[in-house]
């Protein structure tokens, strides 16, 4: 298994050489279908998908304004979701698979029936000069012999998929999601599709789907390819504290050192914002908060063109713990000066996950709390923070999440309780006034370890330093929040666990993608 996490002493430094795009994500308010669940002539379905095409058309003609050379929409944002298998069948179009044919829908209009989404955008793409990736649905037949055991009864497949269009309005990729989130309208693909596109610009990137980020496939298979920016529409309802769309999505790309161009919906309703353009060494975010005004945001960044090879050289590099680290490295365990202080544990729910926590009680300290025998180590220093009106508590879980997906996880997280009572520790909280220095450190039976820091106004910060050594030990140290803490978390993936696990159970509680919180509404 190649190690993951890139080791990295400082951010924010970066050659005044390198090669740079522009990039811009676009969060968009959808304009839903009130019926979703009623099917649609194509007509109907056409003019409920250009009230969504037309936003896009102004955002692309804004982007190229600022010289915007790649342009992300979310998921879903064209079509809504929903849907049954045959109530979306009026928003399929058949899209060629663009490894197999050429083609130009916006020149080319005449070679395929019912393709008007795929020729706005391609138009849209080649109008405003700009690579262009948006989602839709996709309509496959099944190929003549097809064994029925491996074709949908109605004798299509229906996917949630990702186009790409290049500058001149070229069909240049076509990608299937493969781990879907409750959505009864799309099948998953029969093959997993890993799916990569080239530009003049910045060179390669993948394409993912929303649920697609929490998955090995294809989304850790691109990166173990060298692929260093992946492109990432999505249509996430946020769940704190750990799976905030933002700070998951920012998370992942300095865990596997990656750019990650992240588009989200936004409907206030739904629980559903967060956007962003996430390099290792920086980040362009929005997430809206309780006052905004429920509206789409353009984010617009220049973003530095990571070089396939460093994926090499991470992988190859070791490193130690900054030298002024009172964490011992594995090597020097024997000479630790004193063990982390022992506090009373507790086990409450986070994330539906049962967490062992201790509480932050002292103005400083060096704390440990275990699940079995993986532990968390805290070493903190209190810069503000009032007793009376915030708790705190430092939570460790190694096992199997088991609802709205199954998956293994080792999660180290420090966390704002959302009471002054120990029961409150892990539920949701979206403010927060205490601020520490603190250096959290696990040791993981994974190379796949995701950091991130949360702050009061849903704001990702950039850790200080981040650091794997020997022994699969990750340690991050950071000083001077910009705002109060709302979560610092160690986010520890173990996909080789996952083997045999369905990824979905029948839970009601959203992370991701939208589907079954609808549901629950309508049956309620």
Request: proline residues 6%; aromatic residues 10%; glycine residues 6%.
């Amino acid at each position: 298994m190649l190690p993951f996490v890139l080791l990295l002493v400082c951010f924010g430094v970066t050659d005044s050489t390198e090669r740079t795009y522009v990039a811009a994500v676009y969060e968009h308010r959808i304009i839903l279908n009130p019926e979703p669940r009623v099917p649609v002539s194509r007509a109907e379905a056409l003019i409920h998908m250009q009230k969504n095409l037309d936003i896009y058309e102004k955002q692309a003609a804004k982007a190229a304004q600022q010289g915007v050379q790649i342009l992300v929409f979310p998921e879903d944002g064209i079509h809504g979701f929903n849907f049954t298998r045959l109530s979306i069948f009026g928003y399929l179009e058949t899209i060629p698979d663009p490894q197999q044919e050429s083609w130009n829908p916006c020149t080319e209009p005449g070679r395929y029936n019912n393709t008007e989404v795929l020729q706005r955008l391609s138009c849209m793409a080649s109008r405003y000069n700009l690579y262009l990736v948006a989602n839709m649905p996709d309509l496959q037949p099944c190929p003549l012999g097809t064994a029925p055991s491996s074709c949908p009864p109605d004798g299509r497949w229906q996917f949630n998929t990702n186009v790409a269009f290049s500058s001149d309005g070229q069909l240049v990729a076509r990608y299937h999601k493969q781990n879907l989130y409750f959505e009864e309208s799309f099948d998953t693909p029969p093959k997993l599709e890993v799916i990569t596109f080239d530009t003049p610009f910045a060179g390669k990137f993948g394409l993912i789907i929303c649920f697609d980020i929490l998955f090995h496939d294809p989304a850790v298979t691109l990166v173990k390819m060298g692929v260093r920016q992946l492109i990432f529409p999505t249509a996430w309802m946020n769940e704190l504290p750990l799976l905030d769309s933002i700070q998951f999505h920012r998370a992942f790309s300095l865990g596997a050192n990656v750019t990650v161009l992240s588009a989200n919906l936004r409907n206030d309703h739904l629980i559903m914002t967060g956007s962003g353009i996430f390099t290792p060494f920086s980040a362009t975010s929005h997430h809206a908060v309780n006052e905004d005004l429920e509206e789409g945001r353009l984010l617009v960044a220049k973003v530095p063109v990571l070089d396939p090879l460093e994926v090499k050289e991470a992988v190859e590099s070791t490193s130690t713990l900054p030298a002024d680290s009172v964490y011992c490295t594995q090597e020097s365990c024997a000479d630790s000066p004193s063990p982390a202080s022992v506090y009373p544990t507790f086990t409450a729910s986070m994330m539906h996950d049962p967490f062992k926590f201790v509480l932050i009680n002292e103005a400083e300290g060096d704390l440990k709390v275990c699940d079995g025998a993986f532990c968390c180590h805290l070493q903190y220093k209190w810069t503000a923070h009032d007793q009376q009106k915030e708790l705190y508590a430092l939570g460790a879980f190694a096992g199997t999440h088991t609802v709205n997906g199954r998956y293994a996880l080792q999660v180290c997280a420090v966390v704002r309780c959302a009471g002054l009572e120990a029961s409150s520790c892990g539920q949701q909280v979206k403010e927060a006034e205490s601020k520490m220095d603190f250096l959290l450190e696990a040791t993981f039976q994974t190379d796949y370890v995701y950091p991130s820091v949360l702050v009061n106004r849903m704001l990702v910060e950039q850790p200080e330093k981040l650091e794997k050594a020997a022994g699969g030990k990750v340690a991050m140290k950071h000083s001077n929040l910009s705002g109060g803490l709302i979560t610092a978390c160690l986010y520890g993936r173990m996909y080789h666990l996952d083997n045999g696990m369905s990824h979905l159970d029948n839970g009601i509680i959203i992370t991701c993608c939208g589907i079954i919180f609808i549901l629950k509404l309508i049956s309620e």
